[in-house]
DNA sequence: CTTAAAAGATGATAATCATCATGTTTGATG
DNA sequence: CATCAAACATGATGATTATCATCTTTTAAG
């Protein structure tokens, strides 16, 4: 559904806005040993988050990525359009360029509520949410090693 | 949402339903060029769609692909399932191995319901009826030159 | 029974996406 | 003000996906 270059921006997310309190700045390595994300990978991932303001990060010594009040209300939407584009939203689910509301693909219509579905959930969802069940333990990010 | 061989997949055996008729198969330059793919590429798409009964094909002069009474039944998920395979359904939304029902990641449940209805719509639609809407007019599957 | 037109099979290339590596800039601290 | 730990920037490599090319097999028809 989405890139793997998304999955990781969201997973970092999250991680980031679980763990962020004391404004003790989260280190790259913490972050992707915790998500079981490739470090180099997600260090650009982050730099790209950074820019559209959906984190923060703070250069040298006890530096690192935080998350701001603000920044939690950030919706999923807003990282899937920072990473991957509309794509998701607006593409043609069979690729079709002129495919639109007027000129429709055979399945456009039937394709148009799983669309608006998708859209609205990623609207309805925010950071703050997602990590506070994070915090509750009633979510995981990654398989606890025992 | 698909990959591009699924969408051609599509694309060319719902071309197929909507042409083929009085034993007349079509041959795989009449369906690339009006489908708007590459010929080699798709070629190889429609073996596989052979082998997994999805359309029917036969060598030689006056050789082409075709579809049956029984294929036309045929319904969007068994394309999906031939092509890209379970990904889409049963795949994480954050790309996580262990993520499921009793292990959900953060936004397992946010997402049931749209790849629910996603299944629910590539299930409900066969092959026969998108062949008809082609035929009625009312859609397209590539742009009219004028 | 030879020919030609079609799909089938397989491997090679190209493009895109994911990952890795290396060096640069920033900023707190002694 | 030198040092070092962090993010930042950019380019290189690897993997996957999409596309192309070449040859083989089948089959109707002269």
Redesign the interface.
Known sequence: ??S?TC??A??AT?YIASEYKNEEKIGIHDICQNIEAPQHFVAKILQVLSRHDIVSSKKGVHGGFYITEEQRDTR?IDIVYAIDGDH?FT?C???????SET??????Y??K??RE??KK?LQD?RIRE?AE??KKGK?????LGI
Do not use: D, S, W
């Open positions: 559904m989405f793997k999955e990781y969201i997973r999250i999923l998701v593409g689910a069979l690729g079709l360029k002129q495919c000129k429709p693909c055979p399945i456009h039937k394709f509520p799983v579905n998708l959930v969802t997602l069940n994070i979510f995981v990010l990654k398989a």
